[in-house]
């Protein structure tokens, strides 16, 4: 099946400081990947839908400013988290679909931790 | 307002046997459903998916079920391996779009 991939995996990160995470996929174009977030024992929580070539479009409550999200081409999005806080320590997760109502799949996650 | 829903938060089965997890959703524009196994720390993988035209698709061990008129689907795995102790969700695709909205998950545990 196709291949997403994620990097980092893991990163630790002072509070304050800003975190990118990359999200490729790796044998198909992508011009939509998803963002998510998993807190413990909780189901993936969609932040946000990355748009190549254009803004992207946040969930209700998602702070814009705060998880920065750019699509600059059709295998790479990047969410950084800015301004990094103790309470966005969690597990982000990025998925991509060549079309729609087709499997998404998904990266390998990174797990965040601010401390 | 959660529009997939799985009421399970674990189930647990005997190896070999049947495990049926269940999932509900209550949007009818919803059209294509999909199962994902998740493992800690790991992003999920797909299962096996399900068009609305359909009321049952089938891939080895796996069989997903759906019922239209209930707004319900089920996963059957048979027989049921220790490898399959994870967390299952059950996603949801509604219209053209890529969104997926995901159930909660079940936490299946199949015991030697």
């Known amino acids: 099946g196709a291949v997403v991939s994620q990097h980092p995996s893991r990163v630790i990160c002072k509070s304050g400081t800003s975190v990118k995470i990359e999200c490729r996929s790796l044998?198909?174009?992508?011009?939509?990947m998803f963002w998510y977030r998993q807190f413990p024992k909780q189901s993936l929580m969609l932040m946000a839908t990355?748009?190549?070539?254009?803004?992207?479009?946040?969930e209700q409550g998602v702070e814009k400013d705060k998880f920065l999200i750019n699509h600059a081409s059709l295998t790479l999005s990047t969410l950084t988290v800015t301004s990094a806080h103790p309470e966005d320590s969690s597990f982000y997760i990025c998925?991509?679909?060549?079309?729609?109502?087709?499997?998404?799949?998904f990266g390998q996650g990174t797990r965040l931790t601010v401390v | 307002d959660q529009q997939v829903k799985q009421n399970s938060p674990s189930l647990s089965v005997q190896e070999g046997r049947i495990s049926i997890l269940n999932c509900d959703y209550t949007n009818s524009m919803f059209d294509y459903f999909l199962w994902y196994k998740k493992y800690p720390a790991e992003g999920p993988t797909f299962l096996i998916s399900?068009?609305?035209?359909?009321d049952k698709n089938e891939d080895g061990r796996f069989t997903v079920f759906l019922n239209k008129s209930a707004k319900h689907l089920s996963l059957h795995i048979v027989p049921s391996q220790p490898g399959d102790s994870a967390v299952y969700f059950c996603a949801a695709y509604g219209g053209s779009n890529y969104k997926l909205t995901f159930g909660k998950g079940t936490l299946l545990t199949v015991n030697p």
């Open positions: 998925s991509a679909s060549w079309a729609p109502n087709t499997e998404a799949f």
């Open positions: 044998d198909f174009q992508a011009t939509t």
């Open positions: 990355s748009n190549e070539g254009s803004k992207a479009t946040y």
């Open positions: 399900i068009s609305s035209i359909k």
